[in-house]
Each structure stands twice: as structure tokens, then as C-alpha cells.
């Protein structure tokens, strides 16, 4: 399983989806492998959902660093 690839696809879909959002705040693990609509074993899910949770916390940081660059 190439995790990165998936947790790009996981990523572009969570964000185009408030609803998607919320169950993965809610269920993340229940999440991917919904999108996924496989069963991951537990180590190789932990790597995408860490990286799904990475690359949203470095959206919402991207975006707070374009604001604050704008300041100065």
C-alpha cells in the first residue's frame, strides 16, 4: 500500500467534506477505512490517519501563516 498516495486521496476528500470532517474528528480509524472501503491493519492504519491528521493541521497552519505574513 503506497500510504502517501492515500492519505492524499484521504485528504482531498475530508476536506471537500464537512460531513467526512466531522467523522473523522469523531472516528478516525472508522473513517479511513471507510473512504478506503478496505480493513487496514491496525500499524498501517495509524500511519495514514497520523498523516491525514498532519496534512490538515498543516492546512489550517499554512493558511494562518499566509494571514500573518500579510501583517508585516
Do not use: C, H, W
Amino acid at each position: 500500500m503506497d500510504i502517501k498516495a492515500k492519505v492524499d486521496e484521504i485528504v482531498s476528500k475530508v476536506k471537500g467534506n464537512p460531513d467526512l470532517m466531522n467523522d473523522f474528528k469523531k472516528d478516525p480509524e472508522k473513517t479511513v477505512e471507510g473512504i478506503i472501503g478496505m480493513d487496514i491493519p491496525d500499524g498501517a492504519v495509524d500511519q495514514v490517519v497520523n498523516g491525514v491528521k498532519a496534512a490538515l493541521a498543516g492546512d489550517r497552519l499554512g493558511g494562518v501563516a499566509d494571514k500573518i505574513k500579510g501583517l508585516f
